[in-house]
């Protein structure tokens, strides 16, 4: 299969670049230019009006301290992230973790400099409650007004999409249904014939090809989306020579029914750009990150459940016969075999090539068992394999040996899932994929989170599961 040259690469750089982290767009998640500067702002603003009103209410005047907090502040938030398609509690969430880290940074340091004595506790201490409050309200007024701001930018972007294939319909039903978008799709370029294009959906096609630059300068486009095959590449090149003589702005979709890109970015090796296809998002800073959130974290929960811990394993021993942990073989980081503890739950502790999974009124399941399982208890003792660098918190959950074995051939991309450690919680578990997987739809929607989680990791979204994974503990019932 023909593929692009190094040199075929640098005439598509700008794919490269737009790859390195923005897939987002592509499903329809771009933002105008008018959002992506409100949003920018919005939050910083939003901490150093709080800010300096409470110290004009309080105090009656607006002293330098409280200038060059703000400022401060200002830096320590800039950019402002997009809550705009959250949901409002994931929103809450994102506002509340933001500014945990925020002001405990700007605490830590005030309290240790000696700073912090020269502003009023009075007013340090309401804006602690304040400045989310009013973030929270800035962001959905923004979602209130956000339709009428589209409108107010005057003549949208025009753009088309170059190839109507899966991937190219995806963007634009993304750009049709996203009402913050501000781009106006035009349509279609592709060579196949009206009546075979008609058959693909409700998009319209505008030309051929060949009429490509023709139409773009006389229709004003300033948006191409390229939605060709990767294999294609006389085709794309032809394409990007016919746009030498515009000035429209040229994108690269992926072609993602090919090849699933996992945190998809250009590099150079020795000179020579590379664009990743799959990789792990935990190499340099985000790996030592990742690493030491779950150290802390582990250490933490062992050192606040160590009595509870105690007293499920008394409970255990004296409920069945048979050990407190069960030991199971497991797939970790690069499909390496580890071992993962967890309480004994069963009056069996299966670990050979065929396993059954527990299901509903499972007669192998104990009394004190069933509980185990429903609260997630039984994973407790997991917080040692984090501490061994066999786990992380959060993660792609591990499953048993003869699972990995029986669903690698079955599910394209299942392997993936093992480019990071396996989790004790998961995306897919606090997106209601926990529990029995009894038929391949179900070990499919699991593979699809897991895999999400790789594209989208940040360490905001492992505490957002975290949370949630709390708030499930007290009412799922999909774990048997």
């Known amino acids: 299969m023909p593929i ?73 938030s ?30 830590v340091i005030g309290y240790s400099t000696g700073y912090v004595n020269y502003f009023s506790p009075n007013v340090i201490g309401h804006w602690l409650w304040f400045a989310p409050l009013c973030q929270g309200v800035a962001h959905l007024t923004l979602r209130r007004v956000a339709p009428q701001l589209v409108r107010l930018q005057g003549a949208l972007p025009r753009a088309v999409v170059v190839g109507m294939n899966p991937q190219g319909e995806a963007l634009a039903r993304g750009i049709k249904g ?68 515009t000035t429209a702005s040229i994108y690269f979709v992926p072609d993602m029914f090919i090849t699933d890109l996992i945190q998809g970015r250009s590099d150079t090796v020795c000179g020579v750009t590379v664009i990743a296809v799959c990789d792990t998002p935990f190499r340099g800073y985000n790996g030592v990150l990742k690493r030491v959130s779950d150290v802390l974290l582990s250490v933490l929960i062992l050192l606040l459940i160590s009595p509870l811990l105690l007293l499920i394993a008394v409970l255990v021993k004296l409920d069945s016969p048979g050990p407190v942990f069960f030991k199971q073989r497991r797939y970790g980081l690069d499909g390496e075999e580890i071992v993962v503890y967890k309480f004994r739950s069963m009056v069996v502790a299966e670990d050979g090539h065929q396993i059954v999974q527990a299901r509903k009124n499972d007669a192998r399941v104990t009394r004190l068992g069933a509980f185990l399982r429903r609260t997630s208890l039984d994973e407790l003792p997991q917080f040692l394999n984090v501490l061994q660098g066999r786990m992380s918190v959060v993660g792609p959950r591990p499953h048993a040996v003869a699972h990995n074995e029986q669903y690698r051939s079955l599910i394209k991309g299942y392997m993936v899932r093992h480019k990071v450690r396996p989790g004790i919680t998961g995306w897919a578990q606090v997106n209601g994929q926990r529990g029995e997987t009894d038929t391949l739809d179900k070990m499919q929607a699991r593979i699809d989170f ?31």
């Open 450 to 480: 897991d895999l999400d989680y790789l594209r989208n990791w940040s360490l905001q979204l492992d505490f957002y599961i975290i949370f949630k994974t709390i708030r499930l503990v007290f009412k799922d019932g999909t774990a048997y």
């Open 4 to 76: 692009l040259s190094p040199a075929d690469l640098h005439s598509v750089n700008g794919a490269a670049t737009w790859l390195n982290g923005h897939e987002s767009r592509v499903a329809g998640l771009g933002r105008s230019h008018v959002f992506r500067v409100v949003e920018a702002a919005l939050d910083p603003l939003v901490f150093v009006f709080s800010l300096w009103g409470l110290a004009l209410y309080v105090s009656g005047r607006l002293s330098s301290a409280y200038m060059i907090l703000g400022v401060i502040v200002f830096s320590l």
């Open 78 to 107: 800039f950019p402002g992230t997009s809550q705009l398609r959250m949901s409002v509690m994931r929103m809450i969430f994102n506002i509340c973790f933001n500014w945990i880290w925020i002001a405990g940074l700007l605490l």
């Open 178 to 245: 996203s009402e913050y978008a501000g781009i106006e799709l035009l349509g279609f370029i592709d060579d196949r014939g009206d009546e075979r294009c008609a058959k693909q959906g409700e998009f319209k096609l505008v030309g051929k090809i060949d009429e490509l630059p023709n139409y773009v300068k006389k229709n004003h486009v300033q948006l191409i989306y390229l939605s060709l095959p990767m294999a294609s590449r006389p085709r794309i090149l032809q394409v990007l020579d016919g746009l030498k003589d």
